[in-house]
């Protein structure tokens, strides 16, 4: 498990859309926006339609993802922050409806709110 710092947490829980990266099974990426909650500990998504998405069936293939949050403070100084995260993803139910979660197996944040 990954340990996020105070701020990182404050960061992806101010945040609501971040980027899936999974892979098929014959090694095609694929990158989708996704609106998430963030738990402190795991990431979590739903969606309309999430079990006939290709997101779905590459994680289904292989659980294997990176997630990224990001955003730009400003742009005079330039200021973009984020975090990419690697992690597993699994199929779970959640209120009664389906649900990835995503365990935190690396990290890495950039930008100096960030970095306090």
């Known amino acids: 498990m990954v340990d996020f710092t105070e701020v990182e947490v404050k960061f992806l829980k101010g945040q609501r859309l971040g980027r899936l990266a999974t892979v098929s099974s014959d090694g095609q990426p694929h990158v989708v926006p996704v609106a998430y909650e963030f738990d402190g500990k795991f990431i979590h998504f739903e969606g ?7 997101k779905f069936r590459n994680i ?39 649900n990835i979660r995503i365990t935190p197996v690396t990290k890495a944040s950039w930008g100096r709110d960030l970095h306090q």
């Open 48 to 54: 309309y339609n999430l079990a006939d998405s290709l």
């Open 60 to 98: 289904q293939e292989n659980p294997k993802v990176a997630f990224v949050v990001d955003d730009l403070v400003s742009v005079k100084p330039w200021n973009p922050r984020g975090i990419e995260i690697r992690g597993v993803a699994e199929t779970i139910q959640k209120d009664g409806n389906l």
